[in-house]
């Protein structure tokens, strides 16, 4: 695990997501991820991916029932359902914003259901509410991607008392133009969720190539 200490910034971004930024729309990051599909899972084990490892240990320590319905939320190619496989959990859907993406994701055999979809920025899932028993999303609260209206979207469609756990980078865990910090504050004061766990935890684990980065795990209990 990572600690506060260290936090330093050094991951050194790879070309398909270098110029994404707060601005960037959803068609954008979709026309990004089409194009980076097919060599995306190399990207991951060469910058030492370590998200969805991290958020699917904290996910397990809070969710015992391993018959659970599960929504991985961002799930790209497939990364965090092959970590909950290994967990032995096996009613697992898949949500991403591109279909090249769940294509590659369809070939770990690990997803009963492939949605196409994007959360926050005005899109709302095709997903009806109080549908999951627990939401994983690593890898999607980063630099250019979801911002904090995401966790509107996956709080609704979570059960009550349901879980929800996901990852937010250290880039832009405090930016203003994402909104996380004050998102959080608010469902944690009016009551929405409860929070159960917070760590840091390495984000991309570092490498000669890519550098390193940590991002918060945050896993909450739905109210």
């Known amino acids: 695990m990572a600690t506060s200490q260290s936090r330093q910034f050094t991951y050194q971004f790879p070309p398909e997501t270098r110029e994404l930024d707060a601005n960037t729309t959803a068609e954008d990051l979709s026309e990004v991820y089409t194009k980076w599909a097919e ?12 998200a969805p490892q991290s958020c699917s240990l904290r996910l397990q320590e809070f969710l015992s029932d391993k018959d659970a319905r599960i929504l991985d939320a961002g799930a790209g190619t497939g990364l965090c359902g092959a970590v909950l496989k290994e967990f032995g959990y096996s009613n697992l859907d898949a949500l991403d914003i591109t279909s090249a993406m769940l294509e590659i994701a369809m070939k770990k055999g690990v997803y009963k259901n492939y949605i196409i979809g994007h959360m926050g ?24 991607h979801v911002h904090s209206d995401g966790l509107d979207e996956l709080l609704r469609i979570v059960k009550p008392r349901g879980i929800l756990s996901f990852t937010i980078r250290q880039d832009c865990a405090d930016d203003p133009a994402y909104g996380f910090a004050s998102k959080i504050k608010e469902f944690s004061s009016n009551g929405a969720w409860k929070l159960l766990s917070r760590t840091t935890e390495d984000y991309h684990a570092p490498t000669a190539n890519y550098g390193s980065c940590v991002a918060d795990v945050y896993t909450f209990q739905v109210a």
């Open 39 to 50: 060599t995306y899972d190399s990207y991951t084990t060469d910058s030492k991916y370590m």
């Open 121 to 144: 920025g005005g899109h709302t899932l095709t997903i009806p509410t109080d549908t999951y028993d627990a939401v994983i999303c690593a890898g999607v609260f980063t630099r250019g």
